[in-house]
């Protein structure tokens, strides 16, 4: 990412970027710099195309010809498939191309043995676009509100983060409506978040579970009453339920073999907000409990999608015997 801004400020650009991986976020972000840098609002130097249809015949002349009253042309390319397989002919013309030319592709996946990585590799830049760790985030997201000029504590950022789950595009977002609401005072506290941040209903059915593992059925069913005036589908509600308890099933055995957090994660595939919160509570019973109280919601679960027990009937009933000790 530091060397694509350099040539961005620079003005001194490779002939050809590779831009992949799964932060949908950062690929867009630098998809966006390149369009505003080399293309602006000039349509006659710029060409965009999108999907595993790209002509390529189309794209090699397009890249040999010089811009029209312009330094550089930009051909920009999003999710071809071309960083996998194909596009031989146009890495072979990679020598013959005008140094006006800057051809950037912008794929969600890349195979590195693939004549375009290697390409892109040897004659450009490659930039995997990964999600970044917990404490990368933490740190990035406390400067930029710092340089907002905004006071953020600790655990409101915590929550914040949590709320957001580590998705960029909606930490733009909540970040935006944050500093619009504590624009009077430049503080946030964790009431702030609480009161602005969107809360998913994934983030609803783990506060209702977390209810139901602390033995809390009364906050439970108030947490169920809430959905259900949010017209969410019993169904629905009925599989996240199974879900998270099989969440907290699994992670209370790894815990109990005795896995740090960072194994867990790599084992399960859960994100560092996932297994964070989840710890705590999953410790308030054996494996084998949680074993059986999953097993008991897919019953559940299983009943009604088969017609054999009332949706409403099956989740209430998940509540209670999730709740029991």
């Known amino acids: ?19 992949y991986g799964p932060e949908d976020f950062l690929r867009q972000k630098i998809k966006q ?8 609002s000039d349509e006659l130097n710029y060409t965009y195309r999108e999907g595993p249809g790209t002509d390529e015949d189309e794209i090699r002349i397009l890249a040999g010809t010089v811009p029209f ?24 013309d990679l020598d013959a191309l005008p140094d006006s030319t800057v051809l950037v592709f912008i794929e969600r996946e890349a195979d590195e043995k693939s004549p375009l990585f290697k390409a892109a590799r040897e004659r450009g830049i490659c930039v995997s676009c990964e999600p970044p760790s917990e404490t990368d985030l933490l740190r990035s997201l406390k400067k930029s509100f710092e340089q907002e000029g905004y006071e953020i504590e600790p655990d409101a950022l915590e929550m914040f983060l949590a709320r957001c789950g580590g998705n960029m595009n909606t930490i733009a977002c909540e970040k935006e409506k944050l500093l619009a609401y504590t624009l009077d005072t430049k503080k946030i506290r964790r009431e702030d978040v609480e009161t602005v941040t969107h809360q998913s209903l994934s983030d609803r059915i783990f506060d209702m579970v977390d209810a139901m593992a602390a033995g809390r059925p009364q906050e439970a069913f ?17 599989g996240m339920i199974t879900t998270q308890v099989g969440r907290l099933f699994v992670l209370r ?19 560092y907000y996932a297994v964070k919160n989840s710890l705590p509570r999953c410790r308030a019973l054996s494996s084998r409990e949680w074993e059986k109280k999953w097993r008991r919601c897919l019953a559940y679960d299983t009943a009604h999608r088969t017609g054999r027990m009332d949706e409403t009937l099956a989740v209430e009933m998940a509540l209670i015997e999730v709740s029991l000790r």
């Open 1 to 19: 990412m530091k060397r694509i801004e350099k040539d961005i400020k620079t003005g001194e650009y490779k002939p050809i970027y590779l831009v």
């Open 33 to 40: 710099s390149f369009r505003d840098a080399l293309a602006g």
């Open 69 to 92: 009253f312009a330094e550089k042309r930009l051909i920009l390319l999003e999710n071809t498939g071309w960083a996998k397989k194909g596009a031989e002919g146009l890495v072979n």
């Open 222 to 238: 108030r947490l169920y009453a809430d959905l259900k005036a949010l017209k969410e589908p019993n169904g629905r509600i009925m």
């Open 253 to 271: 055995e790894l815990d109990e073999k005795g896995l740090s957090m960072k194994d867990m994660q790599t084992a399960t595939g859960y994100n």
